[in-house]
């Protein structure tokens, strides 16, 4: 994407947000060589990365579904509607900023956790416990003990 100041052709997407059912994306894009901000509105057909699975199968990418893995961690939470639903526009939003073909699971796993985290302790360690399954158990275990800090944490406040 070129700069519309000075030409130059590294620009780096700093911001980017699905518009309308996936018809186009909005983005916020930096020119590396003067500085300034532009926003383009691209309609292309739209460029969702395909998912890789962890078996290494390969799949469209399907919003609903991380919709509902952040829903059922959420469940009797005090979690709104709208704030699962800003989970999963962030996620997108950095799937679109990553602009790479493909994306795994693992780093959509990685990234809702780093917004459920913020969002609510248990909803997040619900989720964390069923994405780390597929993780090695020495990462599981040092982690299990950072959440359990983090968790108590956020109990006193
Ligand atoms: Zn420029």
Redesign the pocket.
Known sequence: MK?P??Q?SETKVVDSRLLKEGQSVRRRRK?E??E?RFTTYETIEISMPNIVKLDGRREPYKPEKIYSGIEKACQKRPVSTEQVERVVENIEKCILDISSKEVSTNDIGKLAMMYLRNLDPVAYIRFASVYRKFQDVEEFVNDLQHDEETFNTTMRE
Do not use: G, M, P, R
Request: hydrophobic content about 10%; overall charge positive; glycine content about 0%.
């Open positions: 700069c100041f000075c130059q020119c060589s003067c300034k």
